[in-house]
């Protein structure tokens, strides 16, 4: 999402900014973002962060319910204008930004002080030596189930459900172990296999789709049934296959 954006931006200028929805974090302040340029786009794990100049950043999560879209004039949208909570008109384009957790704008002295941002493991999207050392932290979680562990931001940052379940499948490990019971090369696998499928995600907009969501249908391995269950205390579906996942 974050090159998508980039992509739309260029070097245009934003004409004009509104937060429609009385939801919005930024009804009061959007207006700030009018006649700033995009300087660079930056992730830190799920959060996205937009620097429009040395003194304003657009900090943003979208969590399990937001989302960015970028349309053209006339172009109908997928959700309401009413619940926008940031328009920003590019003349050509315009990037939408709908809902999540965070939606804010800040000075980058504000974001060295963000508790969340700081207690964030290496980026899994952060290049291999980001990767080692989430998996060197992954590897180190002990007695943690190996889902849990991926889906925890302090271990590594970026990782969501789908790519927990799609990753521990391809490497053929059960994540439902503890993480201490394998080897270190499995756990190392298990991540590199992990930033390679979201690499292929970020350059085609695609995601991997191989057991997800396909809770009683046919492992793509070995046509067994794909199982399905809550994990960790935040309950979120894991997706694997009991025959191919050891």
């Not at 009061?28 to 950043?57: C, I, N, W």
């Not at 965070?102 to 291999?128: H, K, N, Q």
């Amino acid at each position: 999402m974050a090159r998508r954006i980039e992509s739309a931006f260029g070097e245009r200028e934003i004409l004009a900014a509104e937060a429609p929805s009385p939801r919005s974090p930024l009804v009061r302040t959007a207006g700030r973002l009018a006649g700033h340029r995009l300087q660079r786009t930056e992730t830190r794990g799920k959060h996205l962060l937009l620097h429009f100049s040395p003194e304003l950043v657009l900090h943003a999560h979208m969590g399990m319910n937001g989302g960015w879209h970028v349309y053209r004039p006339g172009q109908r949208w997928r959700r309401a204008r009413r619940s926008a909570w940031l328009v920003l008109d590019l003349g050509e384009l315009e990037v939408v930004e709908f809902g999540g957790p965070t939606l804010r704008l800040v000075r980058p002295v504000e974001l060295a002080r963000d508790a969340r941002l700081a207690r964030l493991g290496p980026d899994i999207l952060g290049g291999p030596d980001a990767v080692a050392r989430a998996a060197a932290n992954v590897a180190g979680a002990g007695p943690v189930e190996l889902g849990e562990a991926l889906l925890n931001q302090r271990l590594v940052a970026g990782i969501g459900n789908i790519f927990k379940s799609e990753a521990c499948f391809e490497a053929g490990l059960n994540p439902w172990r503890a993480v201490e019971t394998f080897d270190r090369p499995q756990v190392d696998r298990v991540l590199d296999i992990a930033a390679e499928q979201m690499e292929r995600g970020v350059e085609t907009g695609r995601r991997p789709g191989r057991i997800y969501r396909k809770s009683g249908g046919r492992c793509p391995g070995c046509g067994g049934r794909i199982r399905s269950r809550g994990q960790g205390d935040d309950n979120r579906t894991t997706y694997w296959c009991p025959a191919c996942q050891s």
